[in-house]
């Protein structure tokens, strides 16, 4: 493990003026610092970094310094941190390192392998980043192109959802995504179901309306579609449409392909 930075004078202060103070106390001190400044700015890595020097074995503080260089796109750094972590707190951090695996290097396979892990690590279903692993592992074989392992962790996801608190909460973009790898998969009667399940539940979704508006259109139902793909445009100007913050996201539309499918109806009518 590199070396922490060493700190800025004003952070050296804060820590100098509480030297009575325990070596936990401390510890604590420099998280309190760290976590009221921005996840990459300097005085929260280098609050951090004293904390680290203070204490190696907190995994917490390696996960810090890791998003840190993460988010200040570091990309060569980010892991060595990430993998002490994992070392020292495998049950909580190895299912989110997959998590950022999946989404800031889109490595599926590596996110596989972490989600994989976990299983073996705890007796229950792990959630990082607030969505089951089963729920991750669906979005990364999509990437893989992996329909059968994707929709079989789709249903294995939706299935507990849906026994645990009913249909309704289970989240937009399981059906969503459970109805892409359908539809890639040719298997467009299913497609459609899970599609229709979002407009259900959700009501406004340009997604679900894109991917709808294609099988209806590929079904010569031209009016159809053509009214569906105009609702999807409206909900994308409105934000109703999946997207995540910091990166793009799986099978992630945009406003030209839903112009460009109007164009496409328009055109075969």
Avoid at 113 to 131: M, R, W
Avoid at 146 to 166: L, R
Avoid at 240 to 252: G, S
Wanted: proline share 2%; hydrophobic share 35%.
């Amino acid at each position: 493990m590199e070396r922490s930075q060493k700190l800025f004078l004003s952070i050296i202060l804060v820590f100098l003026l509480s030297s009575c103070q325990t070596k936990e106390e401390k510890v604590q001190d420099a998280y309190d610092v760290g976590f009221r400044h921005y996840q990459g700015s300097r005085l929260h890595m280098n609050a951090f970094a004293y904390a680290l020097e203070l204490d190696s074995t907190k995994a917490e503080t390696y996960r810090e310094l890791s998003v840190t260089y993460l988010k200040r796109g570091i990309p060569h750094k980010w892991k060595s941190w990430y993998d002490g972590a994992v070392e020292y707190d495998p049950i909580t951090w190895q299912p989110w390192r997959g998590y950022l695996y999946l989404w800031f290097y889109r490595d599926y396979e590596k996110a596989i392998a972490d989600f994989n892990a976990s299983d073996s690590l705890t007796t229950y279903i792990d959630y990082p980043q607030g969505h089951s692993v089963d729920f991750w592992r669906g979005i990364a074989y999509l990437g893989l192109n992996d329909y059968d392992n994707s929709i079989a962790y789709w249903d294995k996801h939706i299935t507990k959802e849906t026994e645990d608190s009913g249909e309704d909460w289970v989240e937009l973009e399981a059906f969503l995504y459970r109805g892409i790898a359908f539809y890639e998969s040719e298997n467009k009667i299913k497609a459609l179901e899970d599609f229709d399940k979002v407009i259900q539940y959700h009501k406004q979704s340009a997604d679900a309306k894109y991917y709808k508006a294609k099988i209806l259109n590929e079904r010569e139902e031209t009016e159809k579609a053509l009214d569906l793909v105009n609702k999807a445009i409206e909900d994308f100007n409105n934000g109703y449409f999946n997207n995540r913050p910091y990166v793009e996201t799986l099978r992630q539309i945009y406003l030209e392909d839903l112009e460009e499918l109007k164009s496409k109806i328009i055109a075969s009518n």
